[in-house]
C-alpha cells in the first residue's frame, strides 16, 4: 500500500499486526486513517484498494483515554467526560453524512456563514496544551475559510488549528499560539490538504516553553520544524 505526499511516496506493508514503513514511522495514526479508507476515496488520496478492517476510528480513538471527543452525530462527549458541545447560528445542519465509514455515519455540516460550535469552558479542558497536549480532527476543508482563516478548532485567540493560504486546489494546515510577548505562528511549508478530500489531521504541542515547536501529522504522515515540511512564520516570545 502506499500514500503520496509532497512529492513523496511512502510504502507500507502490513506483517502479522504491524505497519511497517518507508520514509518514517507508520505509526498509529497511519493505522487510524487506513482502517477508515473506502475505496473510491483510496485513489484520490493515493492508497490502493486494500483496507485493513477491524478496528474502528471511534474505537482508536477511545482507547487513547481523550478528555473530549466530538464524534458530532449529536452535542454528546463520547468521551464520558461529559464536555456537551453547544451548537452556534442557524446554519448548523445536523445528522448529515459523516465522513468516517466504518463509525456511525452521521456528523454535523456547515453553511460557512453563520455556523460553529462552542464548548462551555471547563478547568479540564481549559489549557490543553500545557505541559503537553494534541488536538486531531477528521476534515474535509473547501477553501481557506473567510479571511484566510478555516478554523478546525481554537480558543479565542489562545490558539487554533486552522487552514489557510489556498492555492492551486490545496490548502496549508497552521496552528498559531499566544504568549505574553509574540504569539508563536506555525505552518506547513506547501499545501498539504487537497480541498473537497478527507484528511486526518493532528497537533501535539508544549506551550511551557517558546522554544517548543508542535508537531503536525497529516493522514499520518508527520510534518515538524526538524524534517523541514513545518515553518515556523512567527517566533513566540
Given at each position: 500500500q502506499?500514500i503520496?505526499?509532497?512529492?513523496?511516496?511512502?510504502i507500507?506493508t502490513?506483517?502479522g499486526?504491524?505497519?511497517?514503513?518507508?520514509m518514517?514511522?507508520?505509526?498509529?495514526?497511519t493505522?487510524r486513517?487506513?482502517?477508515?479508507?473506502?475505496?473510491?476515496?483510496?485513489?484520490?488520496?493515493?492508497?490502493?484498494n486494500?483496507?485493513?478492517g477491524?478496528?474502528?476510528?471511534?474505537?482508536a480513538?477511545?482507547?487513547?483515554v481523550?478528555?473530549?471527543?466530538?464524534r458530532?452525530?449529536?452535542?454528546a462527549?463520547t468521551s464520558?467526560?461529559?464536555y456537551t458541545?453547544n451548537?452556534?447560528g442557524?446554519?448548523?445542519?445536523?445528522?448529515?453524512t459523516?465522513?468516517?465509514?466504518?463509525?456511525?455515519?452521521?456528523?454535523?455540516?456547515f453553511?460557512?456563514?453563520?455556523?460553529g460550535l462552542t464548548?462551555?469552558?471547563?478547568a479540564a479542558?481549559?489549557?490543553?496544551?500545557?505541559?503537553?497536549?494534541?488536538?486531531?480532527?477528521?476534515i474535509?476543508?473547501?477553501?481557506d475559510?473567510?479571511?484566510?482563516?478555516?478554523?478546525i478548532?481554537?480558543?479565542?485567540?489562545?490558539w487554533?488549528l486552522?487552514?489557510?493560504e489556498?492555492?492551486?486546489?490545496?490548502?496549508?494546515?497552521a496552528?498559531?499560539?499566544?504568549?505574553s510577548?509574540?504569539?508563536?505562528w506555525?505552518?506547513?511549508a506547501?499545501?498539504?490538504?487537497a480541498?473537497?478530500?478527507?484528511s486526518?489531521?493532528?497537533v501535539?504541542?508544549?506551550?511551557d516553553?517558546?522554544?517548543?515547536?508542535?508537531?503536525?501529522w497529516?493522514?499520518?504522515?508527520?510534518y515538524s520544524v526538524a524534517?523541514g515540511?513545518?515553518?515556523?512564520?512567527?517566533?513566540?516570545v
Amino acid at each position: 500500500q502506499q500514500i503520496r505526499d509532497g512529492g513523496q511516496t511512502i510504502i507500507i506493508t502490513l506483517s502479522g499486526a504491524t505497519w511497517e514503513a518507508t520514509m518514517g514511522d507508520c505509526n498509529e495514526i497511519t493505522e487510524r486513517l487506513i482502517d477508515q479508507l473506502v475505496s473510491d476515496e483510496n485513489e484520490l488520496l493515493g492508497w490502493n484498494n486494500i483496507v485493513r478492517g477491524g478496528v474502528s476510528y471511534e474505537d482508536a480513538v477511545l482507547t487513547d483515554v481523550p478528555l473530549a471527543y466530538w464524534r458530532l452525530a449529536d452535542t454528546a462527549d463520547t468521551s464520558g467526560n461529559g464536555y456537551t458541545i453547544n451548537t452556534v447560528g442557524s446554519g448548523v445542519t445536523q445528522d448529515v453524512t459523516g465522513l468516517l465509514t466504518r463509525s456511525y455515519n452521521e456528523a454535523m455540516a456547515f453553511d460557512g456563514i453563520n455556523a460553529g460550535l462552542t464548548i462551555n469552558d471547563t478547568a479540564a479542558i481549559r489549557n490543553i496544551f500545557d505541559a503537553g497536549g494534541a488536538a486531531e480532527a477528521v476534515i474535509r476543508p473547501l477553501s481557506d475559510g473567510e479571511g484566510d482563516n478555516g478554523r478546525i478548532v481554537s480558543k479565542g485567540n489562545v490558539w487554533a488549528l486552522f487552514v489557510v493560504e489556498q492555492s492551486g486546489g490545496l490548502v496549508k494546515l497552521a496552528f498559531r499560539q499566544e504568549f505574553s510577548g509574540t504569539t508563536g505562528w506555525w505552518q506547513t511549508a506547501a499545501g498539504a490538504l487537497a480541498l473537497g478530500a478527507r484528511s486526518h489531521v493532528v497537533v501535539t504541542y508544549n506551550s511551557d516553553a517558546t522554544t517548543n515547536d508542535p508537531t503536525f501529522w497529516i493522514n499520518g504522515y508527520e510534518y515538524s520544524v526538524a524534517n523541514g515540511l513545518l515553518t515556523e512564520t512567527s517566533t513566540p516570545v
